[in-house]
């Protein structure tokens, strides 16, 4: 029972709900992500497992994509001839006679504290047998290349013939779109499988083999495309068997000869056991949750959800591969292809600079080796030193696609984002700075992230426009946070985190010519940051335009937002759907709701050092902007709620911030919007970390560079506990509500 | 955020789920219970009203039913011609040009501190229009008569035209069986409607007056059947109307004139007006509650769901008639046809004779009102004294049908609980002596309950069957509480409890001797409760037969059960129907499979005045029994987990313990039994509130009368407070976990 928090159950299979729940029930271990489908299939499910880094870009597809591994769960039970399939009874006063097998018994749960997924199934075959099926599952986070099944199946009434049947099954797709190339190489040796494809563009090779351990003679099935093996054996009234299933996996990224290794990786998996897989794997969960976990007294719907949240960035996270980065699906679902968006670094990263420094600078150093697609991309669009790709995916390159898919009424929506939505360059540079300041990992930015600091700066002090009549720098056709409102002038956000990075950047020079005068020079040769450039900088940080309204004292998102038409948001509640979505496109790019927090994720990500004109005062500007932007604001994204949670904590609204919070924890748990079938919602679960210990803790660095807390606790928290690393230490902290009073 | 444990919420209408959510969502007073169906009425659902003791037996019917009431939900919504219905956008791709009306957001929450049941609609009419509207509804438990709605329609987008019509719909049925009369008195007078049934066989009238508080003018629909008003007007944009439908209920069985009595009460009530009676309402709720609450601190999802049970409990019991009582599916569903089983006595009583114990009496005395029934079920059947019926309603009358409905395969199958599970009787008497021991209602006992008990004990006086080859007293053809096993001799559950029953008879004439003479010599003349009759009861006790397996030191369910098969129940999990279900009738009565609590119940209600040998060890005993009816039990009764919790904390068995009350608290909620749609199990929610506080809090009167407790709480709960009557004061207790510490 002390489990209880730890689990996510599902009591009842309904399989309008399958698609849900395949991608609440991924596993994964940071290297791949497995979606929880039934390990025998189901009518319409969506299988996938995704590996990061193999992407493919099929002929005729816009841009490329993560691509549908070989599907390794594949196993078939057949229970005296009939198969098993999730079909439950659904009427009790027929299924005394099934036209078939029926499940009369059903529940899957998810251990997060230990990263597996188990299904127990109570089926009936057509003979009147009753058998129970437990399944299991994990992806090694101890191996990440190995995967582990087991199942245990008890004859319950009668003395069953039981058939098991293993497979590899390579011929899959992503959504019908296919990505290797035909004629895979398959084995069938002994016990063993193995499995080779090759992607059709990018030539990437996934191979995988795998073993299936029972105590009865396997008999390979040679399909074509799908090796297989299968078991057969009967089962005397209350007697068990177990079987398991390991599986390897490699890839070209990772060896030369990815079927080699990964059957001599089988040979070694095979001998330790699945015990000890097993064992390995939950000590390895156990340290992770170590720092990972928020203790919260006093609220176990949020306690389970934002484990839940964490477990997903945990497994969705490269732990070892500074080459690739967690998308904004993670690994999860098809949904965004796989790419990589600012919630890495805005969302994810810096809840893994707490947690798990190693992981946020693999996904700092992702970015890195992918600079030179940044500095293509500048260079493609008139600009000087790096511009970083709205989408991001093994190449560096911009893969935004420029128009969105066929709409219902035939047309096509022309997409702006990867020319306009350029405010990812200082995102990054914001995170890379803010994990410098976190982790004090010096030899990281020599090294690193101040050429990515630098560069970007670079870019900007080439893209910024000088507009002489109001002696100040500007930025049009830009597209902010609020995607509503495409390609506009002098977003708040977009200077402000502009004119904040420039000012960043030359605090990181400054910095790096006395820390490393080497270094310093050859990045200022390299980078040619000669003096001009570094005055235009100082110049750009003096006189960025920045937005606002003297009368209201608020900051405004962008020059003309309060000319268009009002919509009282708050009317159009509750809803299953975005207001962008009930008022159509053409007219809410109109209007003045905003789809996310725009001015507010600016109050998050900069706090006090917003630039607020002299004379006001930052925390009545900052309430203002909130009483103003909140109002508007849709939440069409799932970006936003964690965000609103987190400055409404800060400005002591804890209505306001429980209600976010609440609304950001259980976005993918709830599916509120509907689309969590195409995968999780990395920014949201990455964000809600952010939000208890940025917002709801107030943890963060004083001026004296102590790390402190300040709580804005929900008054029926009692407190909060956890573990973060600040500069290389690990740090405990219990943050207890200082209006605690008993209250039920 | 106070109230997140105070309420359930349904985010998301699926219609598959409607009649699970209609039961949930009942509300009630102890009047009457309106299911939540929604006002505007939804494809196949199943509203129904029920007003306790408003009985009718159909022409054709097997049994009397609990007759549905006309529906005074009834209001229609129609916005630019499109009726609201309850179609949600599915595909969001598609509802920008909706086939009609969509409802593009929904939220649906019953508020149980407060006794409102809410819902909030976004509705698109084809117009595109878009309102939202806000229903809310309560049956007062100020005053029972009145039932209160309220809606709020706002403009979010557009000026549209709003229809609402109010209605009484007369032409209601219980799943097709027509109880009322053709022709009923309708009437529309000016803004009032009136309707007035007759039920055809037990002739009971049921009156409703209604009327519509709304700022614009009404204008009457003359429907036959159902008289119907609507109003008619315009919305600008953001503009908001209230409409308020106030409605009032009176039968003949609380007035001459129902009609004329329900229309002066809806003056009186639209006098005072839906604020003031919303307000008198919830001051009555905190009342309640005030007791009813237990507070677990340590468990969120125990405490909500908790609270829901007892909600239930709540709106279930009358308040003021001592003449109906709860029936084994509360007012929340056809199930049972509003019959009466022992559910109440045990189940139900109990919890109420602690929280508000004039509630305990009302129900104690439907029975003594109905006496006079038992006492011809006894002389019908030959017996003496009074032989409660099984299934009770209006007449005191046995009402268990003897037949079942039409099975698969056309057979009906005969129901021998009607004739055979007499246990009934000793439930009542053994809560009669518990309610008086509980509250000191010596004026009671000394009225009615002594009579109850002791014409009771007349009866099993004379149903004892004397074995002169083992000189003990034996009771053949029995069905005790596992109703699996039918008809069988010697159940230890049955004997037991008849023994004590009879100990308590003679203890409590001994009582009433000294307390009050000429009571005692009324009851001993009009009882005949002579000496030989006396002598015969004190030798059943002392020679009554309990089965008892010295070897095992276990009591024996019956004499031959464990010649039956053995079936393993546990591997039977997990399991979405009974094992009875799956084995089938036929092959599970032959084997060991336990319905429920059998002799678990007899040590839930005995405790450690069990019947044991002398020589054995009553604890060891009771853990023998555990273990070996626990894994024997189907659990196939809604009536079995909660009395499982109970004596697992008493065994200390606290896993256990926490297993069965998870189980027994959700089993509405989470419909893990799939027929909530036929009403709320009163018995598994009285059944909880007993186990946590007689089990797990270990609440008893000790030897010296003090009122003590002694936990055994979960590991995770910190401690537990409730408020109890004791003999007339309230008594608070808060139970510490004495081994808690903090965990996580």
Known sequence: MQERLWQIDELNFESNHQHHYETLFSIGNGYLGTRGTFEEGYFLDAPATLIHGIYDHAPGALVPELVNAPNWLDLKITVDSTPLQMIMTVDRSDFMTPPSGVVIGYERSIDMKRGVLRRDVLFRAQSGNIVRITFERFASLHDQHVMAQRIVITAVDGHPAIIVESALQTDVTNNGVRHWLPDPITKTEGGRLSAQVTTQQSGYVVAMASYLNSPHTEIALPHPGRPATHIVFTLKQEESVTIEKLTTIYTSRDTADPLATAETALDAASARGYDTLLSDHIAEWATDWETADIRIDGDEA?????????????????????????????????????????????????????IQPKMARNLLMYRYHNLHGAR???????????????????????????????????????????????????????????????????????????????????????????????????????????????????????????????????????????????????????????????????????????????????????????????????????????????LGHARSIQTQVIKQA??????????????????????????????????????????????????????????????????????????????????????????????????????????????????????????????????????????????????S
Chains 1, 2 share one sequence.
């Not at 732990?319 to 904004?328: F, L």
């Not at 292809?337 to 600079?353: A, C, N, R, S």
């Not at 306009?420 to 995170?431: K, L, M, P």
């Open 302 to 354: 949020i306690q389970r959800a934002l484990r839940f949240t964490t477990y997903h960035v945990l497994i969705a996270s490269p732990r070892t591969d500074e080459h690739v980065s967690v998308g904004a699906k993670t690994l999860s679902g098809l949904g965004y292809k796989g790419h990589v968006f600012w919630d890495t670094e805005i969302f994810v990263t810096p809840t893994l600079m707490l």
């Open 376 to 582: 293509e991309k500048a260079k493609a669009n008139g600009y000087e030193g790096a511009m970083y790709p709205w989408e991001s995916t093994d190449t560096g390159e911009e893969t935004t696609p420029q128009w969105s898919d066929v709409q219902p009424d035939g047309s096509r929506i022309r997409i702006w984002t990867g020319d306009n939505e350029q405010h990812i360059s200082s995102d990054i540079a914001y995170t890379t700075h803010k994990y410098w300041r976190w982790t004090g990992d010096d030899d990281f930015l020599i090294k690193y992230g101040a050429e990515m600091m630098l560069d970007t700066a670079v870019f900007w002090g080439s893209r910024v426009e000088y507009n002489a009549d109001h002696d100040r720098y500007e930025l049009s056709q830009q597209i902010g946070p609020d995607e509503y409102h495409e390609n506009i002038d002098n977003s708040v956000f977009v200077n402000r985190m502009a004119q904040a990075h420039l000012k960043s950047a030359l605090d990181v020079l400054a910095w790096l010519k006395t820390k490393d005068s080497v270094a310093a020079d050859r990045l200022i040769a390299a980078l040619d940051l000669n003096t001009t450039r570094l005055d235009k900088w100082r110049d750009i940080v003096a006189k960025m335009f920045i937005p606002f309204d003297h009368e209201k004292a608020i900051h405004i998102q962008f020059p003309g937002f309060f000319d268009m038409e009002y919509i009282p948001v708050p009317h159009y509640q509750p809803r299953t759907t975005s207001v962008q979505a009930i």
């Open 598 to 743: 725009d001015v507010v994720m600016m109050m998050a990500l900069l706090g006090h050092e917003l630039s607020i004109p002299e004379g006001f005062d930052p925390l009545q500007v900052m309430l203002n902007n909130w009483n103003t932007y909140y109002p508007r604001t849709d939440h069409g994204s799932s970006l936003s709620p964690a965000m609103h949670a987190w400055v409404a904590a800060r400005l002591g609204l804890l209505d306001e911030a429980y209600d976010m919070l609440d609304h950001a924890v259980h976005i993918d748990l709830q599916d509120n919007k509907g689309n969590v079938r195409d995968g999780m919602h990395a920014a949201a679960c990455g964000g809600v970390w952010q939000a208890v210990i940025f917002g709801l803790c107030g943890l963060r660095i004083s001026r004296d560079g102590a790390l402190i807390t300040d709580p804005r606790l929900p008054a029926h928290w009692r407190r909060v506990s956890f573990n973060v690393y600040y500069r290389g230490e690990k740090r405990a902290f219990t943050v207890e509500n200082p209006v605690y009073s008993d209250q």
